[in-house]
């Protein structure tokens, strides 16, 4: 097999599309490199921008009272930018990086909709016509490695066989599984190179220019990728080698590739959409959402019609002779009603996750999406940030309401029924005593063994491919 | 050389490759257009849901301050050939009085994860499939002759260089047209026996025009396709040069285009005019208390509930006659105040994200020249009437229905009458409220009982109803020349130096 290695080896090199592929990847990875950087660079500006409209919202209310502080602002609840964006875009710009969290849905003028905690994107206004396009390197490679991939193996047999030459290389003794992978080999080897080249080269830039921090703990996932995307080069190698055993010319391979190439880049990601609604449900829509919550105010309306000695009386100043007892009454039903659109609220947020699982999954039949859904999950990005996002915010709104409950305690003048307007503390607070959202990131580990099932999926893939290349390649017929 | 082309249009149309590529088409035609009419139609269902519940809305409105109807854009039945950013940016615009909205919202798509999927519509078979169908049909039009040994033989009889290859080209390009005419003629077959779809001259005559771009981009690809094979030893090589020059304008280009407006930041914009738009309401909110200080001086506020769940929208309940007095007396100070206040936030929008939005829009435009994929693409969304251009159109509509809004109140003298902000009567016996338990009891009741009482609804069956006007196809035809010229002069340019390159060709 070494003979037939380093004779491919040598015909790729010499091959001047090899160097054409290399030098417009490293001019695409440095590009992409200073659009990551400088976009990193605005997603932090952004977040920051946000952040301190609500420190300074935050501090002029909790000069005001207690009250203003839980009930006058909405608390915000902000994705943090993965330093990995050069690698992996994940969305950035796309999913829903913002949410912010009412202490009282009633606050929200009454638009359930709009209301508690859906997360949704960060006032942001882009013209792009060309939105599938990315810098990223998750992007270049999955698709002008590809791409280059196919142009580059496309004729590896049948141009063999159209010289003549095929004949040959198999009439000697050596069998033909080591002839095919050698193929296989030296090209995957010329092109990995170009692989460990790009990343070296894309750190290179990232560094140089400085604007994204790069912590020791992302090196792990810096290797994973690499390894993936090692998978889903020999993946198009293969593919490549396939189509070529199948036909006869050269350039009916190439047509098919071709074909291929669209269908599982572009084709097959976009066609989930006709079927996530019957999949996993419609999300309601804002009308819906409006009618839940109306209803569920009714519902309530009638509950403190239907008892005697219940109704809220705008004050404590007007209910302090009875101990606030219809506040106190009240309070439950309204506390019960938060609870209740809340998780409304949160289901219909599960939801549109869901939904997009499920494109994800469907996506998925497509090798090209598997490996950008990989590439994704190992840096901390796609389906499972999302829910994890979710599960943040959630966490964070409880964590409020339990800080303000206890800061209202300690006002000994307080009628302390949270959270119904006018009736906590009215003193000022210390804004520093109310927690800041904090995004739970798990370790690479973590993300390696969440990833488990993707990358075993994607590796019977390979296997499959190599095999079929293997079994095509021995029923060849060189004449 | 008629001769010349039949015999060229026969082989080609017997092509192995050619026959691969018209089995592609035609199924990704039918797949796409099959989801996107369904899509179509869930959205249509959307905009009449919409319609309905304004209607509803309008029909239950109590008081004039509470009166926002909606202007809603219905979805563009063309957007099944080409997106656009129809379903990424918003098609309904609330109206009222203290605001003029910069920005519609978007009913269709109430999923803002999804969005992250390619849009998939007929345009992608034409800008992707059909440009390389039309390289794969012309990269070894002189070149594969040559390598076959067939060329020379050509040349030798009456047939020139130049009508040779002019019959390679027609060739090529008929059968490039071939494929999008199978294209559109599906696309048209579905609109025309789809029950939802309106299919009418107007949409015939914007598919004749789409086809038209259609066919300068592809002669666009032929004319690279053939002077590639004219300038490169092998067929090989040519195929190699095609593909390069494939991805460098459908991939590479593009994603350059993007960034080139950058230098216009909207968001910066945006942040901007937020701090301006405080500036503005806290001018406003002080402007508003020293009215309420005036109006309200000797009158006790204690009397009644008043609703305010943001931009002025009142609504009482429980006023007594002296309450209302100072109430039509505020009111009608505060209403020209409320208008004069909407134009200053409107006119630090039009400076801060307006303008610096169409400016960036104009500019992406005239950077698509740079390549004939993104040139093609927005024409055809032109065509379609989906892109940003149409979307800022629609706003600008939005805010001429504000207007007629605004002449209607004026009309009716809304904002002087009681029914701005009460739907009681001037006389309402429920005027002393004690804050008993009995009192509240009462109070509540009667609210109850008189909650669907028609005469606490305003009579608006002559209110203005919003009605998008949609571009004329004359003035879309107007819109896209210039642009269409330049695919035009391209395709001629590289025909011109196909025909110069083969005046020196070297057949041996």
């Not at chain 1, 170009?194 to 921090?213: Q, R, S």
Request: with cysteine; proline share 4%.
């Amino acid at each position: 097999m070494k003979p037939i290695l380093l004779l491919e080896l040598r015909s790729m090199i010499h091959d001047l599309r090899l160097f054409i592929f290399m030098g417009v990847i490293a001019v695409l990875l440095s590009v992409g490199a200073f659009v990551s950087s400088r976009n990193y660079g605005k997603a932090i500006a952004h977040r920051n921008f946000i952040q301190q409209n609500y420190e300074n919202g935050l501090t002029d209310k909790c000069r005001i009272s207690l009250e203003a502080g839980a009930f006058d602002i909405g608390h915000i609840a902000m994705k943090r930018p993965n330093s990995l964006l050069f690698l992996v875009d994940g969305g950035w710009k796309d999913y829903p990086d913002l949410s912010v969290i009412w202490l009282n849905n009633q606050k929200v003028f009454g638009h359930y909709s709009k209301g508690n905690y859906y997360p949704k994107r960060s006032p942001r206004t882009e013209v792009t016509y060309f939105g599938f396009l990315k810098w990223d390197m998750m992007f270049i490679i999955q698709v002008l490695f590809s791409f280059m991939i196919v142009i580059l193996t496309y004729n590896t047999i049948s141009k063999e066989k159209e010289l003549g030459t095929l004949r040959l290389v198999l009439s000697n003794s050596l069998p033909r599984y080591k002839v095919i992978l050698g193929k296989v080999l030296a090209a995957f080897s010329v092109i990995n190179v170009t692989l460990i080249i790009g990343i070296l080269l894309e750190l290179l830039v990232v560094v140089a220019i400085g604007k994204i921090p790069l912590e020791s703990s992302v090196l792990p996932r810096i290797v994973f990728f690499y390894f993936v995307s090692s998978g889903y080069i020999l993946l198009w190698v293969l593919l490549s080698v396939f189509v070529s055993c199948s036909f006869p010319r050269s350039t009916t391979c190439l047509v098919y590739l071709l074909l291929i190439w669209i269908t599982l880049i572009l084709i097959i990601p976009s066609m989930g959409k006709v079927f996530v609604d019957k999949a996993v449900g419609k999300i309601p829509s804002e009308a819906e959402i409006e009618n839940v919550g109306t209803v569920l105010d009714n519902e309530l309306m009638e509950l403190w019609r239907s008892k005697k000695n219940t109704g809220y009386r705008g004050g404590p100043e007007r209910s302090k002779d009875d101990g606030h007892l219809w506040e106190r009454n009240s309070l439950l039903y309204i506390n019960e009603f938060e609870e209740r659109i809340n998780r409304f609220q949160y289901s219909v947020s599960k939801k549109k996750i869901d939904q997009l699982r499920f494109l994800y999954n469907f996506a998925s039949i497509s090798p090209a999406f598997l490996y950008r859904r990989i590439s994704e999950a190992l840096t901390n990005n796609g389906v499972e940030r999302e829910y994890r996002f979710l599960t943040s915010i959630q966490r964070y709104r409880k964590e409020l309401m339990d800080t303000f409950k206890e800061l209202d305690k300690r006002d000994k003048d307080s009628p302390h029924l949270a959270f119904l307007p006018r009736y906590m503390s009215q003193k000022p607070i210390d804004p520093g005593l109310i927690p800041r959202f904090k995004e739970i990131f798990p370790s690479s580990i973590d993300l390696l063994v969440e990833s488990k099932w993707l990358i075993a999926l994607f590796f019977i893939e390979v296997i499959a491919l190599f095999l079929m290349c293997h079994i095509s390649f021995l029923r060849y017929d060189p004449t | 050389m008629w001769t010349l082309i039949k015999k060229e249009i026969v082989s080609g149309f017997l092509e192995l490759r050619f026959q691969i590529l018209t089995v592609a088409v035609v199924l990704l035609t039918i797949l796409v257009v099959t989801v996107d009419v369904s899509e179509y139609k869930r959205r249509l269902d959307a905009y009449y849901a919409d319609i309905k519940a304004n209607q509803e809305s309008i029909r239950k409105t109590k008081v004039y301050s509470m009166l926002t109807p909606k202007a809603i854009k219905p979805p563009q039945v063309m957007s099944i050939v080409s997106q656009g950013v129809e379903l990424d940016v918003g098609n309904t615009v609330q109206i009222s009085p203290p605001r003029i909205q910069y920005e519609a919202t978007n009913i269709y798509n109430n999923n803002p994860y999804i969005s992250v999927f390619s849009k998939l519509d007929v345009s992608i078979i034409f800008l992707w499939i059909l440009s390389l169908a039309a390289l794969l049909m012309s990269f070894d039009a002189v070149s594969g002759e040559k390598e076959n040994g067939t060329l020379k033989l050509m040349l030798v009889g009456r047939v020139s260089r130049a009508e040779f290859l002019l019959s390679k080209y027609l060739v090529s390009l008929l059968s490039v047209s071939f494929l999008a005419i199978i294209s559109i003629g599906i696309v048209m077959s579905v609109f025309a026996i789809s029950t939802s779809i309106d299919f009418t001259s107007s949409l015939f005559v914007k598919f004749m025009m789409i086809f038209a771009v259609v066919l300068l981009y592809e002669a666009i690809w032929v004319g690279i396709g053939a002077f590639l094979s004219l300038i490169c030893k092998s067929s090989a090589t040519s195929l190699m040069g095609c593909l390069a020059v494939w991805v460098f304008f459908l991939i590479v280009v593009p994603n350059i285009i993007n960034h080139l407006g950058d230098h216009i930041d909207l968001d910066k914009g945006r942040e901007i005019l937020q701090h301006e738009e405080e500036q503005i309401t806290a001018e406003f909110q002080e402007n508003k208390f020293k009215l309420q200080e005036l109006a309200f001086s000797n009158v006790s506020m204690a009397m009644f509930t008043w609703y305010e769940p943001g931009e002025e929208q009142i609504f009482i309940e429980g006023a007594n006659p002296e309450t209302v007095s100072a109430c039509k007396r505020y009111f009608r100070e505060l209403y020209p105040l409320i208008l004069e206040y909407a134009q200053k936030k409107h006119r630090a929008t039009q400076r801060y994200f307006l303008q610096p939005f169409k400016r960036k829009v104009r500019l992406v435009h005239s950077y698509s020249i740079l390549s004939p994929f993104s040139l093609t693409k927005i024409l055809i969304m032109k065509v379609a009437q989906t892109s940003y251009e149409d979307y800022l159109n629609f706003l600008d509509q939005t805010v001429n229905y504000r207007n007629q809004i605004l002449d209607y109140l004026h009309r009716k003298r809304a904002a002087e009458s009681v029914r701005w902000f009460t739907p009681d009567p001037e006389d309402n016996p429920m005027y002393s409220m004690k804050f008993t338990p009995e009192e509240i009891a009462k109070l509540s009741e009667y609210y109850r009982k008189v909650a669907n009482d028609q005469s606490r609804f305003l009579t608006l069956d002559d209110l203005p109803v919003f009605k998008y006007r949609w571009n004329k196809n004359q003035e879309i035809l107007k819109d896209i020349l210039p642009y269409t010229s330049l695919l035009v002069g391209s395709s001629a340019f590289l025909m011109f130096l196909g025909f110069w390159k083969i005046r020196k060709y070297d057949v041996a």
